[in-house]
């Protein structure tokens, strides 16, 4: 989703997301590709949108 990805760019910490019209919910990061983000879901995901994020940021593995 473009939106998280320009949001991880425009990011100081490199971790965007970004929420679409229809519900769907990308995390991404700045390095990645802009069509592979870190997570892609619905909006129901927003918990795990959050921890993706936070271990993103930290530099922990996705599980």
Do not use: F, I, N, W
């Not at 949001?7 to 991404?28: I, P, Q, Y």
């Not at 802009?34 to 795990?48: C, I, N, T, V």
């Amino acid at each position: 989703m473009e939106l998280a990805h320009a949001a991880a760019r425009d990011s100081r910490l490199s971790v965007g997301v970004g929420v679409s019209a229809d519900g769907t919910l990308a995390v991404h990061h700045a390095q990645l590709p802009a069509d592979h983000p870190a997570l892609e879901g619905d909006a129901a995901d927003g918990r795990r949108a959050g921890r993706v994020a936070a271990r993103v940021v930290t530099g922990l593995p996705l599980t």
